[in-house]
């Protein structure tokens, strides 16, 4: 069963559009929110996260909007550029500190 | 930052022969660490947790004899792949917390494991 689901699957943008991908779970008991950015052959880095305490959280070009009530939650990169092409990796922790993630989405901006 | 480094980023081996990949954390100590399989274009599969000083936990399908873990510190964790097989060929992925409860994982490079 995947706790937590993430759409799309692959995305293209163009060089300075936004880029959204979104996450959505059911558990109640997740509090936090990592989103990890993975650039081919290496392992993940993470990009930002977010508690659900808060509907919002900004740093530079990526900004996580979180819907507690809807139980969703989405990554926002501003001005996408080709360095930003990778694969993204939303994910959502609970209590017990056990960490579930999102099935990636592909993200290639074009220039 | 905390920073996890893993070592080899890459390996080919034979079928049959056994391979160790360590996970060590430079700048911080891990009680725990964690173990992720990766196939292309799909998401991180853990593998098992990783307890310093104790026996690792497996996740339901995962051969512990197969893949023998090890955290004999609280820096350096091993996987070892015993008689590897080609569909053992994988990308493989430490990560480890620093910190406690609610702390973010931070991941090693990840080894491309090639098994001929």
């Known amino acids: 069963q995947q706790q937590v689901k993430q759409s799309p699957q692959s995305l293209i943008v163009q060089k300075g559009g936004i880029s959204i991908i979104n996450c959505a779970y059911e558990?109640?008991?997740?509090?936090?929110f990592p989103w990890y950015q993975q650039f081919p052959g290496k392992g993940p880095a993470l990009l930002i996260a977010?508690?659900?305490?808060?509907s919002e959280k900004k740093e530079g070009r990526f900004t996580i909007s979180f819907n507690k009530s809807a139980k969703q939650f989405s990554l926002h990169i501003m001005d996408s550029q080709p360095g930003d092409s990778a694969t993204y990796f939303c994910?959502?922790?609970?209590?017990?500190?056990?960490?579930?993630f999102g099935t990636g989405t592909s993200l290639t901006v074009i220039p | 930052g905390a920073v996890v480094s893993q070592h080899p980023s890459w390996v080919i081996c034979k079928s049959g022969t056994s391979v160790k990949i360590e996970c060590r954390s430079l700048?911080?100590?891990?009680?725990?660490m964690f173990w992720y399989r990766q196939f292309p274009k799909q998401s991180l599969m853990l593998m098992a947790t990783?307890?310093?000083?104790?026996?690792?936990?497996?996740e339901q399908g995962v051969e512990k004899d197969k893949f023998l873990i090890n955290h004999a510190s609280l820096t350096l964790s091993t996987l070892t792949v015993t008689s590897a097989h080609p569909e053992d060929s994988s990308f493989y992925i430490c990560?480890?917390?620093?910190?406690?409860?609610?702390?973010?994982?931070?991941f090693g490079n990840g080894t491309r494991l090639t098994v001929t």
């Open positions: 990783s307890n310093e000083g104790s026996k690792a936990t497996y």
């Open positions: 558990n109640t008991a997740f509090d936090y």
């Open positions: 990560s480890a917390r620093a910190g406690s409860v609610n702390s973010p994982l931070h």
């Open positions: 994910a959502a922790v609970n209590t017990g500190n056990q960490f579930y």
């Open positions: 977010i508690r659900p305490d808060v």
């Open positions: 700048d911080f100590q891990a009680t725990t």
